[in-house]
């Protein structure tokens, strides 16, 4: 199953951050076998509707919020 991280950093020891839709990057990982991807958000300097915006991005790469 894949699974969502809003992190602060770039690997799976990374703080995770505490706001989802203007963390700075997504883990994007494979419960499996803990491999991982890394997204920058790109909706983090987003006027209004960062959190949507990233919802859907999650959704569009297979993975579930966690």
Not at 11 to 19: F, M, Q
Not at 38 to 52: H, K, R, T, Y
Request: charged share 20%; net charge negative.
């Amino acid at each position: 199953m894949k699974v969502a991280i809003s992190s602060s950093g770039k690997d799976l020891d990374s703080l995770i951050a505490p706001r989802f839709g203007r963390c700075p990057y997504f883990l994007i990982v494979e419960t499996d076998n803990m491999s991982f991807e890394v997204f920058d958000n790109e909706s983090i300097a987003l006027g209004g509707g960062a959190g949507i915006q990233s919802a859907q991005f999650i959704s569009s790469k297979g993975a579930k919020p966690s």
